[in-house]
């Protein structure tokens, strides 16, 4: 993809061609956009959606495929856990039960440890309530230390959860997902170089979320397992034809 000329008056999609366009749509159709949204979790209606986001990116950010991470969150919403806090008073065997029914075999206790030595520092340091969490730190580094310090969770687990958080949390601004960015240069959707303002800025014109959008790119890059040379991107992308 060539330089993108100089902005001209109009509406924000007179910048970009139709079929750029309509490309960014596809990506949100075919393959999905919040992992939150597709658990039934709206992150925009409250902090008690964001527990359950918060319980549900934990498990995401395990070792584990997305489906079993789907899976073993709605086992334990369905056994009443929406929130990490309750999870100190869930007795150990009726954890690892719940992620057994989710999928967890191999890692089941090593993650019923972890979900309940996370429990007790939520309870411990913010009261049992994540929403201390954003009251406490407003700017992303200051979110991301206080985060990263809790058990379980690094890079992969942080970036997602907060991704998904912009513009609900003050300071959820991490930058733009590598993955997304990469997936972006692969549809021809986005130049080399580009942050997230360009992201934000395209997906305004497209009609879409921006969250939406970078997290179906970052589908769209998971979905060729790390492996784009082989695929031909733009319209013709494997990973969007595999999934329609």
Partial sequence: M??????QAGTA???????????ARRVVTVLGGLYSAELGIDVDAGDAEVERWFLAATLFGTRISAHVAERTFRELEAA??????QARTVPAAKLVGLLDAG???????????????LSEMVCDRFGGQIAAISH????????HVALDALPGWGAVTIRLFLRELRGVW?????????????????????????VLSDLADLANAAGLDLRDLESGLVRVALGHHRVMSSCPGGQ?????????
Avoid: K, M, Q, W
């Avoid at 060539?2 to 902005?7: C, L």
């Avoid at 009443?80 to 806090?85: E, K, S, V």
């Avoid at 406490?136 to 979110?143: F, K």
């Avoid at 003050?170 to 580009?194: I, M, N, Y």
């Fill in 13 to 23: 999609s007179d910048r970009y061609p139709p079929d750029e366009l309509s490309l």
């Fill in 2 to 7: 060539g330089t993108r000329p100089a902005a």
């Fill in 136 to 143: 406490a730190y407003s700017s992303y580094p200051e979110l």
């Fill in 236 to 244: 013709a992308c494997g990973a969007l034809a595999d999934a329609e």
């Fill in 170 to 194: 003050p300071g959820a601004e991490p930058p733009l997902d590598e993955r997304a960015a990469t997936a972006a240069r692969h549809l021809g959707l986005l130049p080399s170089g580009a």
């Fill in 103 to 117: 999928g967890y075999a191999r890692y089941d206790f090593r993650t019923a440890a972890r979900l309940h030595r």
């Fill in 80 to 85: 009443g856990l929406t929130r990490i806090g």
